[in-house]
């Protein structure tokens, strides 16, 4: 098989369309265009059955009926709309949120806003495989906690947070469970009956489909009530006003169908390649750390840390691989992955860390290229490196660092 370069191997940043939900989508595009409010002719009813349907593959892949999933144009507005018009709407009852410092930005900066309009917002550290435990949450709740926000799996590390027994606790003390299950869901099982979530957002383009397409789910019995952030028209029971992308949500909606079918077989195939691709690294590198769990973590992912190595410089030495320094929406910053930070991991390791994220059309032949490229490149700048040889040298770099900080 011959290889085509460059190989994306960045599957937590975005996906590529699936050719079979690309099929589904075209029709939308061109001859059924209609607009899924239109109530008074053909065009706007077969709009609205296609975005019925969409809405019950989505909400069948987490457990959820249709008629709990609201549309939305991406994770980051569900998100949005769920933590604010969650604050609003109870605000009543309290004004305290828990959610962890290693969540995504999106939610982190949702809950700085709601701390300027008067919310308290407590955020639980992690352990060193950065996951939260129930005690934790149990701990942190008061009679004043109306939300408790964590994802299922971490988009940096593929840590997998116990949503179950967490749930558990959270129900015990009457709170609202949210769930940011946009990584894991459709990559690993997921079912919001069974692990207590009251509102989970999840988004289409982590998981073959187009982008600009999210949901929300929002349980019906008990009903959870949300305060709309966007107004006009009363779309989608008033949580959210907007005409419909209809070509989106029929896109979203079969590859949510394909995850459910294929998700056991894909995650296995998956996980190999992964354990192929580490396996091959540490036979032949001294010196790396998977960052985050071993045994709790999404099937594709591997994050890697390789001392004496910057990561920039090592994704710019391999610029036939389409990797990550963290995630994709604080890749830009300079500053080390706070993920990895709050795992009590160093500075200077942190910055050397690369997050390898493999997907459906990965191959074998892909993860031999990628493995020897890496362990070429690794070797390249650490010849390069004087820190490389001075520790190779045996000389004690940490109190050389500590010395000249202390000066």
């Not at 959610?99 to 939610?107: F, L, P, S």
């Not at 187009?210 to 009903?223: F, N, Q, S, T």
């Not at 820190?387 to 000066?407: C, N, P, T, V």
């Amino acid at each position: 098989m011959t290889l085509t370069l460059p190989i994306f191997m960045d599957y937590h940043s975005t996906t590529p369309v699936d050719p079979r939900v690309l099929e589904a989508m075209l029709p939308y595009f061109t001859t059924a265009f209609g607009n899924a409010a239109s109530r008074n002719h053909s065009f706007g009813w077969h709009a609205e059955e296609a975005s019925e349907l969409g809405r019950e593959q989505v909400g069948a892949l987490v457990g959820a009926s249709a008629k709990e999933m609201v549309w939305t144009s991406g994770a980051t507005e569900a998100i949005n709309l769920a933590l604010k018009g969650a604050a609003e709407f109870y605000k009543e009852k309290g004004n305290h949120l828990i959610t962890g410092q290693t969540e995504h930005k999106a939610t982190l900066d949702t809950c700085k806003r709601l701390e300027k309009m008067g919310c308290t917002v407590t955020y639980l550290p992690v352990d060193k495989e950065g996951i939260i435990h129930p005690e934790q949450v149990r701990e942190a709740m008061t009679d004043k906690t109306i939300l408790v926000a964590l994802m299922l799996a971490n988009n940096e590390i593929g840590t997998i947070h116990p949503v179950k027994e967490i749930g558990a606790v959270v129900k015990a003390k009457g709170a609202l469970f949210f769930v940011d299950a946009v990584q894991g869901a459709g990559k690993i099982p997921f079912d919001v009956q069974d692990c207590g979530v009251d509102i989970a957002a999840v988004s289409a383009h982590k998981m073959y489909g187009p982008k600009g397409i999210g949901a929300l789910y929002v349980r019906r019995k008990p009903r959870v009530r949300l305060v709309g952030q966007i107004d006009g028209g009363g779309h989608e029971r008033g949580m959210r006003s907007g005409t419909l992308n209809v070509p989106g949500i029929v896109g979203f909606g079969k590859a949510a169908e394909l995850c459910r079918n294929e998700m056991v077989a894909e995650a296995k195939r998956i996980g190999d390649l992964r354990d192929k691709l580490e396996s091959k690294l540490f036979a032949a590198l001294p010196e790396i750390y998977i960052n985050g769990s071993r045994d709790h973590r999404l099937p594709g992912n591997s994050n890697i840390s390789f001392a004496y190595v910057e990561g920039e410089g090592l994704m710019m030495a391999m610029k036939d691989v389409a990797v990550s320094s963290g995630s994709a929406c604080t890749s830009a910053s300079l500053e080390p992955s706070y993920v990895l930070r709050a795992l009590g991991i160093g500075e200077e390791l942190a910055h050397t860390s690369i997050r390898f994220g493999l997907g459906r059309f990965n191959t074998d032949e892909e993860v031999d290229y990628v493995a020897q490229h890496v362990i070429d490149s690794v070797n390249r700048l650490r010849e390069l490196s004087p820190l490389w040889e001075m520790a190779q040298e045996g000389i004690d770099l940490k109190s050389i660092q500590w010395a000249q900080g202390a000066h």
